[in-house]
């Protein structure tokens, strides 16, 4: 068996952290969300855009993608699909299509549509924005009637899906041979850096400025990702290119992080306005920005390879918790803001409210109602309790445990 990545376990533990603390925020920046806060700070939008957007998810689908090469060596094509269903659509289409869901169609339509009524005059709406499966974007293609936070459990499972034949390919004798070329390549000075090529060719294209999460090429984008963990985790090799790289890349990213934190607005507001995103300014911008989010995540994946190695039960507490505390933690984060931002107060304490409130209250959700039960387990896509510790398998990526 493996020696278990523990690094990928701490960082998939912190992009957790990152992403709770980061939708804490969402109430008191400028841009459409579910629930605003009368206020906004397009200072908080520009450290948001800047230090934490272009890194955050592509963390996850990269992790994500090197639990897909530690599952595939131990199911079948088919098992693993089956795997994909129960850890994703399950808690998909049970807990988040009928409880955490909900509430934030709610709240979305007091704060998109101003709506008036009551929770349950809602509901039939909720359930009858329903729409058949289509392809004209990714986000169709599984139907739910609003997908909120939870569009990363269907984005994932479709990458999985699609990306299979590729995934099963690399496994093969050619595609451990272009992988080991790869590696090679990646160990040049420089070479890591070939992954840009394709994530600036898909950003390029997006139509759209932050349209990953709809638009095709969106997709495309935590594609590239989640294939790219796929494949370093098939060689030690690009662990030492990503130990090699980190202090270059964290210098770059905190270069592009303050380049943007300086352009952000102006950029956002040009590339928002009709036909702007083909501009050479907008391109420009798009580059930077993939430069900047790979750059973030070579740095912690380099970071970790070289300090994150220890275990402890934190660790294994926080490893098992990540898929339920993500399935819980919007909903409750938006319940909380609901009130506190309707308070007289400084935007920075709502923040400190919201985000003191809402994290232990996720906690014990997740303590007292999920953990310790078998079928709520089940429904929040986690393995069976088990006494002994957590195998390499179960415990080393998001995808694992989903």
């Not at 272009?54 to 994500?64: A, D, G, R």
């Not at 131990?74 to 909900?102: D, M, N, Q």
């Not at 000075?189 to 709809?214: D, H, K, Y």
Request: contains cysteine.
């Amino acid at each position: 068996m493996s020696e278990r990545r523990v690094e990928i376990d701490w960082l998939r533990v912190f992009a957790m952290l990152a992403v709770f603390v980061f939708h804490c925020t969402r109430f008191f920046d400028p841009l459409a969300w579910h629930l605003k806060n009368a206020d906004q700070s397009s200072s908080l939008l520009r450290v948001t855009i800047s230090l934490i957007i272009p890194w955050i998810m592509e963390l996850f689908f990269l992790v994500s993608g090197v639990g897909a090469w530690y599952a595939l060596k131990s199911r079948t094509a088919g098992k693993f699909i089956l795997e994909r269903i129960k850890r994703l659509l399950i808690p998909l289409y049970t807990v988040g299509l009928f409880i955490l869901l909900p509430p934030q169609f709610y709240f979305d339509q007091l704060t998109s549509a101003g709506y008036s009524g009551t929770f349950a005059q809602i509901l039939p709406n909720y359930f009858a924005s329903f729409r058949p499966p289509g392809i004209s974007e990714w986000y169709y293609m599984l139907p739910l009637p609003f997908a909120g936070h939870l569009w990363f459990l269907k984005s994932l499972f479709l990458i999985s899906l699609i990306s299979l034949p590729l995934l099963l390919w690399l496994k093969s004798d050619n595609g451990r041979r272009w992988i080991s070329m790869l590696a090679d390549w990646c160990n040049r000075p420089g070479g890591l850096f070939l992954f840009i090529v394709p994530l600036f060719l898909t950003r390029a294209v997006s139509g759209g400025f932050l349209q990953a999460q709809s638009c095709w090429a969106g997709f495309v984008w935590y594609l590239i990702y989640f294939v790219i963990g796929y494949v370093i985790a098939s060689e030690k090799r690009f662990t030492e290119a990503f130990r090699k790289n980190a202090p270059i890349c964290l210098a770059i990213w905190v270069a592009t992080s303050f380049l943007h934190m300086y352009q952000v607005m102006d950029v956002l507001n040009y590339a928002l306005s009709p036909h702007q995103h083909t501009s050479i300014m907008y391109t420009l911008f798009q580059f930077t920005w993939t430069v900047s989010g790979w750059s973030a995540v070579v740095f912690m994946m380099g970071f970790g390879a070289m300090y994150l190695k220890s275990e402890n039960r934190v660790l294994d507490y926080g490893n098992e918790a990540v898929l339920p505390f993500y399935l819980l933690h919007q909903t409750i984060i938006l319940i909380v803001g609901y009130f506190v931002i309707r308070w007289d107060m400084d935007i920075l304490l709502k923040f400190v409210i919201v985000t003191s409130v809402s994290f232990p209250l996720v906690l014990a959700l997740y303590e007292l109602l999920v953990r310790r039960f078998g079928p709520m387990r089940f429904l929040f896509g986690m393995s069976p309790k088990r006494p002994q510790k957590p195998s390499h398998v179960d415990s080393v990526v998001i995808t694992a445990r989903q």
